[in-house]
């Protein structure tokens, strides 16, 4: 079930309308079991795994809190969520990649090992719901949080169906109490939420899914030019972009109609000046959280330079394995990891002081560093690392152009010409609604262009986001 869907349409109706008549336990019911309906119109079976997760983490977090000043007992605890919420997630996620990759690697030296792989059907949002349970735990452990005392509560916390198979990665103490206490929903959250929704199913609809049909035609074909390889790179920055920030933005709009606010996910991650600020902007329940329970955890910036500088790298090492079991993931991760570091080090030793944030220099430095994303995202939608290399080839030796150049050209001017200009209006205003806020003439411009497009353009297909299969 996906949002861009009739089903979701029909489910969502029934549950909003039931969920205005209800009183503030009855919702939390309603949201507990309405998310669980919702994920288990996936695969039922793995039902079981959502319960698992929120079972242990609720106890954990109740045995820690009584614990007091019992260290031995507080780690215990913590341990015990940690290692079986990773457990979970290496069990179906990793298991056949690592399995697979120490046989190779027996190989190498000479020895020849029998390797049994499983049939594991992997879990929509699996890495999700694991970093958010973990989070909760890990917030009570550092006492930064209180234990939730009602389980009705922790597990709608948990199951929240709006962000739960791909995100916001929620903090408990953002969404938790926001579960606990009696919602009101405001015409301004009405409003501001019917432009979430109606921005990110445009994302989604209308520029992800059209040029998904252009990225997987040059990835899928077995010898594009380099003109068009160079053009599918570009146009899968688009539609990964627009793909998973209007998921986020779906979630968000159809929150703040339930009087929940969720996090800001993505801020324009395009018009970054370097790796830290897109990082600022991308993702950002996923760069935050591996900031506050990885890199922080590691050590930080406290060690040294040197030591800093490993455990950037390590931390976005991690973050690339945490979208897939694939060396692409992990290359990505290293790439991203090695900007940082690089940024790092030549901010600290040689940035010049006073550099202007404004005017010609200000774009040169945004569009320089959308090369270096682009360079990641061509690692992030290989099938394998002999693609990356195939496609490098043929954009530095066989950029011919012909007819499919030209039409992936155009593609990418009619889907992201819009995108472009509504961000734009975004970064200059300092206001992601901004496009609401505008005036009668120019608000009803911008609404009916894009009515048009969707309606002209869109897919109404129902096709599944990519972070799902995170």
Known sequence: MVFNSLVFLVFFA???????VLPHRGQNVLILVSSYFFYGWWDWRFLSLIFISTLIDYVVGQVIENAGDDRRRRKLAVGISVAANLGILGFFKYFNFFAENLAALAQVFGVEVSVRTLDIVLPVGISFYTFQTMSYTLDVYRGQLKAARSFLDFAAFVAFFPQLVAGPIERAARLLPQIQQPRTITRAGWESGAWLVGWG?????VVADNLAVLVDGAFGAAAPTGAVALLAVYAFAFQIYCDFSGYSDIARGISRWMGIDLMLNFNNPYFAVNPKDFWARWHVSLSSWLRDYLYISLGGNRRGRGRTYVHLALTMLLGG????????FIAWGAFHGALLVVYHAWAETFAPKGTPDSGRWLWARRIFFFQLTCMGWLLFRAESLGQV???LVRIFTDFAWNAQATDA????VLFCLPLWLVQLLQTKTGDLLAPMRLSAVPRAALYATLILMALALGNTGGGAFIYFQF
């Open 389 to 391: 290399g195939e496609m």
């Open 201 to 205: 199913l445009f994302k989604k609809c």
């Open 321 to 328: 394995l945490w979208h897939g079991a694939a060396w692409t």
């Open 14 to 20: 029934v549950v909003y309308g039931l969920y205005r």
């Open 409 to 412: 050209l155009a593609a990418l």
